[in-house]
């Protein structure tokens, strides 16, 4: 015969296995949280090489982006934790820390955001396969997001196409991009 604490905590179980998260969902929200990770530490690195290269500008932007995607990461991993599973920390590879050019390194800064924004939408539709419509909601502002990031590397991508090898252009444009800001406007929402 079951007691009625018994009875209690049976009923919880039964919630909380109700709450978590389906097992494919949880893994590709860890799978996201190494993107958002290894997008942090590959723009730390671009902000090493600009610092050392003389594009102050660019290493200051690039520092702070790299923040952006520090909290990028930490949003799915609190929201993984708050739905009763637990966020996997990821071992990271060494990210690339090589740049012939300031062009080159937003080129692969776009390619990135294009790898992400890919990732996203890949999650999205799982979470509407699953139909985890808590999850795919979280995701709405990810969507938001990759696209203000792949506006804003394009625009800066067309800048330095303009620029071209002018000396004069390009120590305007890394005194300026520094005050770009990268906290979008679905970010403040967030806050
Ligand atoms: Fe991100
Ligand atoms: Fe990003």
Same mark, same amino acid.
């Given at each position: 015969?079951?007691?009625?604490?018994?009875?209690?905590?049976?009923?919880?179980q039964?919630?909380?296995?109700?709450?978590? %998260?389906?097992?494919?969902?949880e893994?590709? %929200?860890?799978?996201?949280?190494l993107?958002?990770?290894?997008?942090?530490?590959?723009?730390?690195? *671009?902000?090493?090489?600009?610092?050392t290269?003389?594009?102050d500008?660019?290493?200051?932007? *690039?520092?702070?982006?790299?923040?952006?995607?520090?909290?990028?990461?930490?949003?799915?991993?609190?929201?993984?934790?708050?739905?009763?599973?637990?966020?996997?920390?990821?071992e990271?590879?060494?990210?690339?820390?090589?740049?012939?050019?300031?062009?080159?390194?937003?080129?692969n %800064?776009?390619?990135?955001?294009?790898?992400?924004?890919?990732?996203?939408?890949?999650?999205?539709?799982?979470?509407?396969e699953?139909?985890?419509?808590?999850?795919?909601?979280?995701?709405?502002w990810?969507?938001?997001e990759?696209?203000?990031?792949?506006?804003?590397?394009?625009?800066?991508?067309?800048k330095?196409?303009?620029?071209?090898?002018?000396?004069?252009?390009?120590? %305007?444009?890394?005194?300026d991009?520094?005050?770009?800001?990268?906290?979008?406007?679905a970010?403040?929402?967030?806050?």
């Open positions: 015969m079951t007691t009625q604490l018994e009875e209690d905590f049976s009923f919880k039964r919630k909380n296995t109700r709450t978590m %998260l389906i097992k494919g969902i893994e590709a %929200l860890n799978n996201q949280i993107l958002e990770s290894e997008s942090s530490q590959t723009y730390l690195a *671009m902000a090493c090489w600009a610092e290269n003389g594009f500008g660019t290493s200051g932007f *690039m520092y702070a982006h790299s923040d952006e995607e520090r909290g990028h990461m930490l949003k799915i991993v609190k929201y993984i934790n708050e739905r009763g599973s637990r966020a996997i920390i990821p990271l590879p060494q990210p690339k820390d090589d740049y012939k050019t300031l062009l080159e390194v937003f080129e %800064l776009l390619e990135h955001e294009v790898a992400v924004t890919n990732s996203i939408n890949e999650l999205v539709f799982k979470t509407l699953a139909k985890d419509y808590t999850t795919h909601n979280f995701l709405q990810y969507v938001s990759q696209t203000e990031e792949e506006a804003l590397a394009r625009s800066i991508l067309d330095l196409k303009m620029i071209g090898n002018d000396k004069g252009g390009m120590y %305007l444009f890394d005194r991009v520094e005050s770009i800001q990268v906290t979008s406007a970010s403040l929402q967030a806050k």
